[in-house]
Every structure is written in C-alpha cells, then in structure tokens.
C-alpha cells in the first residue's frame, strides 16, 4: 500500500491527548488513573470508535481497538504504546506509538485494503511506574506476571492499592483472572516509540529497528545510621544515612560504567532524606535504585559487586543497608522475521534506517513474554526524554508510522 500517513493528523492526536494534563506550563503529567488519564483515556476510545474500531477494555485498564480481518478467528495483529507519563514529561513518550496505530488503522481502512488477520490498537496501562513504582502493569498482567495477590502490594504514596483504585473506577476485580493471554494467542505486536537516545539523530536516520530491549531492575533501599546534632556530633563520632548514602551512589555508578556489558545504566531517581534539615545528621535515608542491560547475566554480576561494596560501606560507616529487590525483568530480544518485514517497509518507502539497542523498557519488553515482537524508533531531539524538552518531528513520526503500516499489512496477511 503506497498511503502516506498524515504528519497534521498525527500532531492534531498527539496534541490533544497532551491537554489532558495536570501540570500545565511545567511539561506534561498524566499519572495513571489521576483525572487527566482518565480523561485521555476516554479521548482515545472515543477516536478509536470514531475510526470503526471496536472498543473493549480489560480488568487492569487495557484497551483495544480492534480492526477486524476477513478471518477474526486468526490470532490478530497487535499495534500500541502508552498513554501516561512520567512527571513534567514530554509529549510523545508513549503516545506517539498509540497515535501512530490509530493513523495505520485509519489508512488501511481508507485504502480498502484487504487482510485477513484483526488489527488491534493497544493502549498499555501504567508503563510508567510513576504512580506504582513499577513499570508496565497493563503489558505485565497480559503477560501473566502480575496477578491480583501482586497488585494489592502495589500501594501508592498515598496508600491506596492498585486494586483499590481499579475498583473505585469501576473495573471488575472479579476480571482480572482473565487478563493474561495465552502464548500463540497474538500473531505479533508491533510498537512504535521515540527512540529516547541520540542514537537516530547523530546518524541522521529516520527509523530505528530494535533489536533487543534493554531490561530493569528495581531495588528500594533504606540506610540507617543516626540521628544526631549537625553542630555537636564529630566528624568521627557520626553516622551519617546520607553520607553513607552519596558512596553507594558513587559505587554503583563506577560499577555501571566499568560494567563489561555496553549498555548498562545505573540510576538513583528518588531519594527522601530523613529529618531533611539544616543543622541535623540524617538517620535515614530511602532511596531507588534502577538498573537496565540488555544482557542479564550482566546485571546479575553488577548486583552482585554491588552488595559487596554495600557491605564494605556499612562496616566502614557504622551503618545499616536494607536491600529489597521488587522487581528483576528480563531483556527481550526482537522477533527477526517481523525485523526483516520492518526493514522491507524501510527499502520499499526510501526511508532510512539502522539496527538499534533499547536503553529504555517498553510494554513490548512484557509483550514479548507471549507474542512474537518488534519495535520502530523514530528520532528523538538532542536524544531528550522524561523531560518537558523532549521533541519529536511530526514528519518522522509519520514515516514510522508509514512503515509501522506496511509492517502490519504484512503480518495480518500472513
Ligand atoms: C520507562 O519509560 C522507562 O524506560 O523507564
Ligand atoms: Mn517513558
Ligand atoms: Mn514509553
Ligand atoms: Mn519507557
């Protein structure tokens, strides 16, 4: 099909979706199930109606639009990103693939192309883990590795479980047995994403072809030392939670870099500090830590430096680590027949491309758990995002979504 997605449909979809937004003026925050989601959410199934797709909704808050094919009975084709954010996020971290699979269904329904598989449009609940702290809640429960037992310990800041909050929604707990999809179910599911790297940009190519999906892990940890008088208390005499803090974080980001895996990161994003005031010692100190590699047995290594250099800490500082791992995901590695499909669509548009490593997870990270999967990257300005900067060109996300829908042609005619 020789289509061309539409950059002003595109831009007009994304735009909208980015005024469901709780923090205007300071980027864009649409936290899972806060008004805005809900309000966007409702925004997307009403344009997915518009569009002749059947809507249906799962007990954890996935949507699906569905195309049907001339066989329905024929495991179906899956499209689809995320529409929540991070906080003060940009505006087409998730959205962009979501928007792009309501474009391809819109152009394939308008060419009157025949296929014989169903297209579904898929909206993930919650990858980011922003209001859980753990990331791809809709993609995990599809996968069967988040059960309603693992969602009451999912609490956020103010208590609240994700079940609760689900109930008070309206959704049926009763469902959620029902999520997972059995492996074989899904034909394929393909994602389109900003690449999220300055990989695109520097090499001035329009589409990225993931290879392998860089994967997390997630620890909380508390250090305890104590609390005493900023004034009163020797530099000798005192245990200091942050201190203590500060040289875990030094360690871990040593490890990260002379890690023999390339693309290991390391990151510490939140950190509460306790009493957090001017003249007192800290006692404690809570804070993440977010691991990623695309090779596991990589992570497992570093980890385990890293409990040794803990270890090393506490003796030295008279302090006390808590470890607590909750979460350890696999990297997932990109079915190469739909990359070879992916790179035809590349060739046969004139569009550029190059094989790339996801430093970033995605939904098809858990996806992948049951469904053969790909990914299309479109650029990212200055290789920004998880920031009010982040940019995308319109045109770029156009031609991923040119190619997204050759892709999808490709395999709901198989
Ligand atoms: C989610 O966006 C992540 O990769 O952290
Ligand atoms: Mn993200
Ligand atoms: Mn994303
Ligand atoms: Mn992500």
């Known amino acids: 099909m020789t289509k061309q997605a539409s950059a002003a449909n595109i831009r007009h979809w994304l735009e909208t979706i980015n005024t469901y937004n709780s923090t205007p003026g300071a980027g864009t925050t649409r936290v899972l199930f806060t008004k805005p989601e809900v309000e966007a959410r409702q925004y997307v199934k009403d344009e997915m109606r518009k569009l002749g797709l059947a809507v249906k909704e799962d007990g954890i808050g996935n949507i699906f639009g569905i195309l049907p094919g001339r066989r329905p009975e024929l495991p179906p084709v899956w499209t689809g990103s995320h529409i929540d954010t991070v906080l003060h996020a940009g505006m087409f971290d998730g959205m962009s693939g979501v928007v792009a699979g309501l474009e391809a269904v819109r152009l394939i329904r308008e060419a009157g192309a025949a296929f014989e598989r169903s297209i579904v449009v898929v909206v993930y609940t919650s990858e980011e883990p922003t ?76 589409v990225g072809i993931v290879k392998t999906i860089c994967a997390p892990t997630n620890f909380d940890i508390e250090v305890t030392g104590c609390q ?97 791992e909750y979460n350890n995901d696999q990297p997932m590695h990109c079915n190469t027949a739909m990359m070879a499909k992916i790179e035809a669509a590349c060739h046969r548009r004139g569009i550029s491309y190059q094989k790339v490593i996801s430093g970033a997870f995605h939904d098809s990270m858990l996806v992948g758990e049951f469904a053969p999967v790909a990914m299309i990257f479109v650029p990212s300005k200055n290789g920004i995002s998880h920031s ?27």
Not at 148 to 167: H, I, T
């Open 131 to 206: 209001r859980f702290e753990l990331g791809c809640l809709g993609s995990r429960a599809l996968a069967g590795k988040l059960s309603l037992a693992d969602a009451c310990k999912l609490v956020d800041k103010e208590g609240r479980s994700l079940p609760e909050v689900l109930a008070e929604l309206g959704y049926d707990l009763a469902r959620f047995a029902e999520i997972p999809i059995r492996p074989g179910a899904v034909y394929g599911a393909v994602e389109l994403h900003i690449d999220q790297t300055g990989v695109l940009e520097r090499a001035g190519k329009t």
């Open 388 to 414: 009010a900067e982040e940019w995308t060109e319109f045109a770029d996300i156009a031609a991923g979504t040119d190619v997204l829908m050759d892709t999808l042609l490709a395999m709901a005619n198989e």
């Open 228 to 324: 005493s008088h900023a004034g009163g208390t020797s530099m000798e005499e005192r245990r200091d939670a942050y201190a203590a803090s500060c040289e875990i974080g030094l360690a871990l980001e040593k490890l990260a870099r002379e890690s023999d895996s390339e693309y290991t990161t390391a990151t510490i994003g939140r950190v509460e500090v306790c009493p957090n005031a001017v003249n007192v010692i800290p006692g404690k100190v809570k804070f993440s830590i977010d691991i990623r590699d695309c090779d596991f047995d990589a992570k497992e290594r570093l980890v385990a430096k890293l409990k040794a250099a803990i270890a090393v800490i506490e003796e030295k500082r008279g302090v006390q680590v808590s470890l607590t």
